[in-house]
């Protein structure tokens, strides 16, 4: 394992591919370590080792954890590895970037439909994680005393599409507990902000149903005709972390290069 020339820590909840993957290699860039919590089928692994792999490769430390990181149980079982790698260090950015949720309809005569069990798995995985892991960092006392929190959200919060109602609803309630933490944990340095990223074409967008159109219709409207990429946004994560940046909490920023402005 690389040797570090500097103690300033990130934990990146979906750090394997995406948003979550473009994140960990700009902080990396900018001299933070790295903590991954990730869930991927053995499969895909050696290709997710080969993207860790190039961070390595540099001065900076990358650990991985293949574990669900929305199970209460898993995040418990994290807590004395992710302690035994921080040794007297703390936290200074939590990143959530997970992406696990039902993409069905409401309705169909055809289709499998939402059902409530549906939307608990989506809400939980892509929103209630969130505050499980600000809640954890806070118990440990993992986190230093400038925490900067980041989740992603989407258009999808305020827009319906077919077949997205469990993660618009998701989206709501992440922004919802987003602006929560922002207030309650401010006395402890916690700044707490969503990210809404314009479309961007990664594994998990492909998976919406009607995702082609969806990106067709981002085409059109964005006024700088191209989609956002991972890279958009790992940049805007970066500067959240930054000094000049510890003012800005309880908000939602646009990325999106202008395409939700019609």
Same mark, same amino acid.
């Given at each position: 394992?690389?040797? #570090?020339? =500097?103690?300033?820590?990130?934990?990146? +909840?979906?750090? /394997?591919?995406?948003?979550? !993957?473009?994140?960990?290699?700009? !902080?990396?860039? @900018?001299? *933070?370590?790295?903590?991954?919590? @990730?869930?991927?089928?053995?499969?895909?692994?050696?290709?997710?080792?080969?993207?860790?792999?190039?961070?390595?490769?540099?001065?900076?430390? +990358?650990?991985?954890?293949?574990?669900?990181?929305?199970?209460? %149980?898993?995040?418990? %079982?994290?807590?004395?590895?992710?302690?035994?790698?921080?040794?007297?260090?703390?936290?200074?950015?939590?990143?959530?970037?997970?992406?696990?949720?039902? !993409?069905?309809?409401?309705?169909?005569? =055809?289709?499998? $439909?939402?059902? @409530?069990?549906? *939307?608990?798995?989506?809400?939980?995985?892509?929103?209630? /994680?969130?505050?499980?892991?600000?809640?954890?960092?806070?118990?440990? %006392?993992?986190?230093?005393?400038? !925490?900067? =929190?980041?989740?992603? $959200?989407?258009?999808?919060? #305020?827009?319906?599409?077919?077949?997205?109602?469990?993660?618009?609803?998701?989206?709501?309630?992440?922004?919802?507990?987003?602006?929560?933490?922002?207030?309650? *944990?401010?006395?402890?340095?916690?700044?707490?902000?969503?990210?809404?990223?314009?479309? =961007?074409?990664?594994?998990?967008?492909?998976?919406?149903?009607?995702?082609? #159109?969806?990106?067709?219709?981002?085409?059109?409207?964005? &006024?700088?005709?191209?989609? #956002?990429? &991972?890279?958009?946004?790992?940049?805007?994560?970066?500067?959240?972390?930054? &000094? %000049?940046?510890?003012?800005?909490?309880?908000?939602?920023?646009?990325?999106?290069?202008?395409? /939700?402005?019609?």
């Amino acid at each position: 394992m690389a040797v #570090t020339e =500097t103690n300033k820590w990130a934990l990146v +909840l979906g750090g /394997s591919s995406g948003l979550g !993957l473009a994140v960990v290699k700009k !902080l990396a860039a @900018h001299d *933070f370590n790295i903590l991954v919590v @990730h869930r991927d089928r053995r499969s895909d692994l050696p290709e997710i080792e080969k993207q860790f792999d190039s961070v390595r490769s540099t001065r900076m430390t +990358l650990v991985a954890f293949n574990v669900d990181a929305t199970s209460i %149980e898993r995040q418990n %079982e994290l807590i004395p590895k992710i302690k035994a790698q921080l040794k007297d260090e703390k936290i200074a950015v939590l990143v959530h970037s997970i992406a696990k949720g039902n !993409l069905k309809p409401m309705q169909s005569m =055809t289709e499998s $439909t939402l059902q @409530h069990q549906d *939307f608990s798995l989506t809400i939980g995985a892509m929103a209630t /994680s969130f505050y499980d892991w600000v809640k954890l960092l806070v118990n440990q %006392e993992l986190f230093n005393e400038d !925490l900067r =929190t980041i989740a992603f $959200t989407s258009e999808g919060n #305020t827009k319906a599409w077919s077949n997205y109602a469990a993660v618009s609803a998701a989206k709501a309630a992440l922004e919802a507990m987003m602006r929560n933490i922002a207030l309650e *944990f401010a006395p402890m340095g916690i700044k707490s902000n969503c990210i809404q990223a314009g479309v =961007t074409e990664t594994k998990s967008f492909t998976m919406i149903p009607g995702s082609a #159109t969806l990106k067709a219709a981002a085409l059109e409207r964005n &006024p700088n005709k191209r989609l #956002t990429t &991972p890279e958009d946004v790992a940049n805007v994560v970066y500067l959240m972390t930054t &000094p %000049e940046a510890k003012w800005i909490t309880g908000t939602v920023l646009k990325v999106d290069g202008g395409e /939700s402005l019609r």
